[in-house]
């Protein structure tokens, strides 16, 4: 692929256009919680191909092809995933459910989506239950990513921090697919935080807090995390996060960290994205925009949506064009080594 026209690969999409029926079979689990006689079946659910296909075409294709991108790596909405809701039976069942939707649009539009699992966390569970779906995401969903939710409390963060060996279950996984996580927490039921504007970015603060007080990488020299969301506060706090690693006596966050961790490009609008790509490294820096997701207005101030990041990307001055091929397309190959060889195996 040359550098003139790079694949546009948005590692951060979501299926928050999914039909109705998800929602509501969704309602109906939830009230099974309390009245066991109305949890409903798994085989209650009904969708079918062409409701998929109408849900994509008119939504994340149609803004995928208005504003040139190519592929999406593709997860359950984030939001909906709602750790915090039920014991571990529940969040297993709707973990399976929204994993085959995803790979099932996978397979309606192969050369535009590629599956990434949801876990089937709780809180206060072992997060070693989760590698069932995980194993079956990979060797038969064929998914090239993941994404770990640092909080299932839903915003009380009840959890161990992400460098604790309570987790390694996952990771020794991770490195034996060769797949990332994303680190991505779902709805705050904490009323101080608002899920998008707060929960998400603090999250995403929040961990790689985490992983500068570890040591984590040592153990797993090979894990890869994407922190959302442009990292949250981390690039505009990036000298009071170096001088935090070095007051604790870390190595230099270009050796500590930088090696595993890596940024996306959910920043809405020219300043955000101009700061990211001048303090982040350009080989930590992966396209996306979360389309259809958090953030769906248009701007005033330019005319065009907030989360067309495409074009921020294309107008920064940061970026020369093979930085750009870096961004849009070769630094997502080298974190996903899957889809790498799933584009390969394609012609691309």
């Not at 409701?51 to 075409?57: G, K, Q």
């Not at 064929?142 to 460098?163: C, E, F, R």
């Not at 690039?235 to 890596?262: C, I, S, T």
Request: contains cysteine; glycine residues 6%.
């Amino acid at each position: 692929m040359s550098l003139q026209k790079p694949l546009i690969i948005d590692c951060h999409g979501h299926y928050t256009t999914a039909p109705k029926a998800l929602e509501n079979w969704r309602n109906q689990q939830i009230a099974g919680i309390k009245d066991p006689a109305a949890m409903p079946k798994v085989s209650d659910l009904k969708i079918s191909d062409d409701e998929l296909r109408e849900s994509i075409e008119t939504n994340q294709l149609k803004l995928m092809k208005e504003r040139g991108s190519d592929i999406t790596i593709f997860s359950p909405r984030a939001s909906f995933m709602a750790h915090h809701i039920g014991d571990f039976n529940v969040s297993s069942t709707w973990a399976a459910i929204c994993n085959e939707l995803c790979y099932r649009v996978s397979q309606l539009f192969p050369d535009h989506f590629v599956p990434a699992a949801m876990l089937p966390q709780s809180p206060g569970v072992d997060p070693a239950t989760c590698i069932p779906e995980l194993v079956k995401c990979v060797e038969q969903y064929g998914n090239v990513g993941l994404n770990l939710n640092p909080d299932p409390s839903g915003g009380h963060w009840t959890s161990p921090p992400l460098t604790d060996k309570s987790w390694y279950p996952i990771y020794e996984k991770m490195v034996e697919y060769d797949i990332p996580a994303m680190i991505h927490v779902s709805t705050s039921c904490n009323a101080c935080f608002h899920t998008t504007g707060a929960h998400y970015l603090n999250a995403d603060t929040t961990a790689f807090m985490q992983l500068i007080q570890g040591d984590l990488f040592k153990d797993f020299p090979t894990l890869k995390f994407i922190v959302p969301h442009g990292g949250g506060a981390v690039p505009y706090h990036w000298g009071r996060f170096r001088g935090l690693a070095q007051e604790m006596k870390k190595p230099l966050l270009k050796d500590h960290l930088l090696n595993n961790v890596f940024f996306d490009t959910c920043v809405y609008h020219q300043p955000g994205i101009d700061l990211l790509t001048k303090v982040i490294p350009v080989g930590n820096i992966l396209f996306a925009s979360e389309m259809i997701g958090a953030v769906r207005g248009i701007d005033p101030e330019t005319g065009n949506y907030y989360d067309d990041t495409k074009r921020y990307v294309q107008a920064t001055g940061n970026l020369s064009d093979e930085q750009r091929y870096q961004v849009y397309e070769g630094n997502a190959r080298r974190v996903f080594p899957r889809l790498d060889a799933r584009l390969k195996a394609q012609g691309k």
